[in-house]
């Protein structure tokens, strides 16, 4: 997936400065890193696999295979705490990157930071590190242990890989990492009753912390899985987001599809077991298929399909956006060209059935859908799941272009779950996490449910992944604050609440209007807020940013970038205009918040704010 939202666009080529590092806070604590810590953990960051010709991140001087290690002086360990770390930040619009290009530390400076814009590049998913790092000193893992941390903690991982370049001379003595894998891995299979401790000393206090965490985790659910605490965990709520073991998802099989193609079968078991390890390899098959000459529309729709299937990020909206699909005119003569071929005894019946899926949905077919859906799945279960999502989109209402993600809510997916009997969360086992997250927050809920249409590529297994790339929204559901409870340095802080009178309830003021005609010059950080009735509020609010929903899922604005929201109709719809000048269109929902006024506290219902200026 094309990153989102995290570096926004850039709008000059800019030069390296090789050699520098500046002065750079851990993301989780704080502290200040020194430079001979990051120059031991510089194999550690966030590498990008593809850079997109003439894309912004492009024109910044990003080049492929680039480990970020660090932005705006904050350094992270993986995505999670990349997203994080962004997701938090501060407001300038410019962003400084540490690097390291080939062994070489180097910054980097990108500027006309846009936060609703896509930055042009796709970061690697990093998966398999730790089982990769133990292979390196001849440690191995258990086939069930080694299955289960796919997603251990990039943190974890660099930490123990600087501990190992820097001090082991007994490969033995890195067997305390195998014991704290198969630890890990007892909270990710919900074996919570097979929890132990690490017998052998780790030498690595990051690791003892997390010992402290899982064990918790372990004894919290030692009688059955319960809704997670972060308090009975002993962690803030960022700490869980980041390091709580998510329980494992299990990837359907893609069984023995009979697809005359033999390429194209081992391509897609390829995307399945290999993930980005293949990415560049499979980017150019699918690219081949999908350039196939053809002569009718419907064969070069089943082409199209076909490279969706190798590769999903450039060419998995083929199935959706076909113009032989998505245009009325051409979707009847498709139907009948794929069923004739069908009919004809295509050897690759399986391929056929699965195009006739998104056109049926077009047209309403549901009943026929769920039996093409189900002669798909019995015969390849992986098969028939990548297409959930796309089928999901147009049941609910959407169209080619809608980021409607797979929903258990679905009508479709509940018929589907329950004629299949599917487990919805894939864990094969019962599981509280996942439904608990999605209830915590309903805000989240798009960008949390579980993505069925994904589980079919090794860098991506369903809500797990999801949520591991979406960290501010758990740490939400952990009793976390809102983004402005991360301060400038990048340390986490206690969200900001008003402060409670001696009957525990937080103090309320009454507010003191300023009729229209009464407006007086807002002074800098000042807001106009105008309310339903036609009053205003000027002031300081409580929140330093907002988070719009986009199509492609939830972004943060920082005031100072934005000049003025317009609200229109309900649900939060509204249009912002930004400072660059250009325009932006999402929903905003601001709740309950205060505006520090010349002299008083004012409380707002966010609902009946009509606009904001920003002057």
Known sequence: MVLLAALGAFMCLQIPVRGEIPVTRDVLTGEIISAQRIERTKQSGLRLLEVNRDSPAQKAGLHKDDLILAIDSIRFYGFGEYTLA???????????LLLNRNGEIMTLRVTGLMWARRSGFRPCSGRRELAKLLRSVNLALSPETQAAVTDFPPRATALAREWIDASMSDRRSAQWLVEFAD??????????????????????????RLEKFYLAIANHNRNGEKDPDAK??????????????????????????????DRLLKLIEKRMNDGDDTFEERMREADAYAGRPSVA???????KVKSGLIESVHHGG?????????????????IRDLEEAIKNGSPDQILLKYCLLVPKMYNGKRAEVLDLFESIYKESPCLALTALASLTRLDMGGGPTDNMVAKTTSPLNKELIKRLKLDPNMTRKPCRFYDWTVEQMPRFQQLLTIRLAETTSGE???????????????????GGGPPSSLDRKGMFTKNRRPTPTSSGQPEKKEATILAPKEVRRTAHGELLFTLADGSTVIGKPSFPSIIVTFSFGDVVFTMEKIVAVEFSGKNGAAELRLRNGDIAKGKVKLGTFTVEAKDETIPVDGSQVKSIQNP
């Open 86 to 96: 962004t997701m938090w930040n501060g407001s300038q619009d410019f962003a400084d």
């Open 183 to 208: 630890l890990y891995a007892a909270l990710v299979n919900l074996e919570y009753g097979k929890a132990r401790a690490v017998k052998a000393q780790m030498p690595v206090p990051f690791f003892r």
């Open 232 to 261: 009975a965990f002993g962690e803030d709520p960022e700490f869980c987001a980041l390091f709580y073991p998510f329980p494992r998802v299990i990837v359907p099989g893609l069984g023995s599809p009979a697809i005359s193609d």
């Open 297 to 303: 529309p419907w064969e070069d729709y089943l082409n």
């Open 318 to 334: 083929w199935i959706l956006k076909h113009k032989a699909v998505a245009d009325p005119g051409q979707r009847k003569e498709v």
């Open 460 to 478: 991506k297994a369903g809500l797990a992944h999801s949520l591991r790339r979406e960290p501010a929204s758990v740490v939400m559901a952990f």
